[in-house]
């Protein structure tokens, strides 16, 4: 300063102190002030920072096109939840976000919302629709997929159980259904898991089909079964469909029937014991019958008959039935008196044979036939099953008493489908060809016995 010395220590004249004052305040102060001064903008969500942007424009410009393209993409008036604003600060270099980034940050913290019609189950929202129009299609077609699709029936009801109302409401886009999705979630529901103890009987497929569920549900429900066999008392998850909504149907049908005729039997002392001849034929009748039918969600509650009207009666069938004593035929042609167990080749006669075990000549007291395992087994005339079992070398065996000293075997089986005691007719199945025993492979081991002695059974077999 011309004229002037400054000393820091002591001024000489007041004048020249305020001049460097004033001086040395504004040196400081502009460079504060340009340490300080805002070149950015915190994006604020309800008073929460989530981005920066050197620009405000256009980080608004970001924000109307998000909202849009909502509204384009879903036809409807768009808006965001919560208050959005700006804040000047001071930002570091690179730390404002570009407009693609701003766009990606806006677009998953913003909840987009839209007028919309809530469908309410007994004064509870359910699920959201678009609007009114769609709220009422849903009710329409909840109880369309009810609907009975049957010819001539009298509908008296299709309707909601539960009071189902539209009110409007805000909600998110993401929150609303098309009308399709509203119904099968109004049918579906949530799901609800309930404790099943097994009884004596049960069986996967039998629980399933009565709990109204699939084998391969109830599997899913309950990983611990590593196989088909359950205990008696074990506990088993059955996850169920809970729904929403329920759709009652009742309606009435009328529907004509048969009546099945009876069947009157004489003995004929003409005719061999299990031949018979049917002297009247039978002829079903036919009654006209109204059933009452009820439904809810699909699932029939009831069928009544309501009403019942013959249009024709039956006539009975009048049927001859054998009584003549069996007798083995001493002939090479065979008596027919016994029907075959099994229709097959014969791979062993009755009679001597070389031993397919030993190769030693023995007496083969049946006929083989040849069988696939599994094949049914036929009883070869009515009588009394006296026993079912495993019997050394015949393996699983069924023998049946056929009266007046005749008597018919069933040797190498696989399985039985008759119990001792039973009263079988002929050509009744009986059980299944096996390869059991002493046996060379599956086929059936026929044997017959006459007042306890083998005989041959081609004596009593067409052949």
Known sequence: MVGYKLNMGKLKSPRVAVAAAVIFSMTVGSGWLWSTRANAYAVLLDGRQVAVVENRQEAEQVLQQLVEEKAASTGREVRYRGEL??????????????????????????????????????????????????????????????????????????????????????????????????????????????????????????????????????????????????????????????????????????????????????????????????????????????????????????????????????????VARGSKVMVASRGGGGSGQLSWPLRGAITSPFGYRKSPYSKKTEFHTGLDIDGVTGDPVFAAESGVVTFVGTKGNYGKRIVIDHGDGLETAYNHLSGYKVSVGDKVSRSQLIGLVGNTGRSTGSHLDFEVKVNGEFRNPLDFLNR
């Open 85 to 318: 604003s700006f804040r000047p600060i001071r930002a570091e270099q690179g730390e404002p976000s570009t407009p693609v980034v701003l766009r990606e940050v806006l677009a998953d913290k913003l909840e987009f919302v839209s007028d919309a019609t809530g469908i309410a189950v007994n004064g509870e929202v359910k699920l959201v629709v678009a609007d009114e129009t769609t709220g009422r299609q849903v009710i329409e077609q909840l109880k369309e997929k009810f609907r009975p699709e049957i010819e001539g029936i009298i509908l008296d009801k299709l309707d909601l159980e539960e009071e189902v109302t539209l009110v409007s409401r805000e909600a998110a886009l993401t929150e609303i259904k098309g009308a399709d999705a509203a119904v099968e979630t109004l049918l579906n529901g949530t799901t609800r898991v309930e404790k099943y103890t097994v009884k004596s009987g049960d069986s996967l497929w039998a629980i399933a089909k009565n709990q109204n569920m699939q084998v391969q549900g109830l599997l899913d429900a309950n990983p611990q079964l590593t196989s088909d066999k359950l205990s008696i008392g074990q506990e088993l998850n059955l996850v169920k469909p809970d729904p929403q909504v329920h759709v009652a149907v009742s309606y009435r049908r009328t529907i004509t029937e048969y009546i099945p005729y009876p069947i009157k039997v004489k003995n004929d002392a003409n005719l061999w014991r299990g031949q018979q001849r049917v002297e009247q034929k039978g002829r079903e009748g036919q009654k006209e019958v109204q059933y009452r039918v009820v439904e809810r969600n699909g699932i029939r509650l009831s069928k009544d008959i309501l009403s019942e009207k013959v249009l024709a009666e039956p006539v009975t069938q009048v």
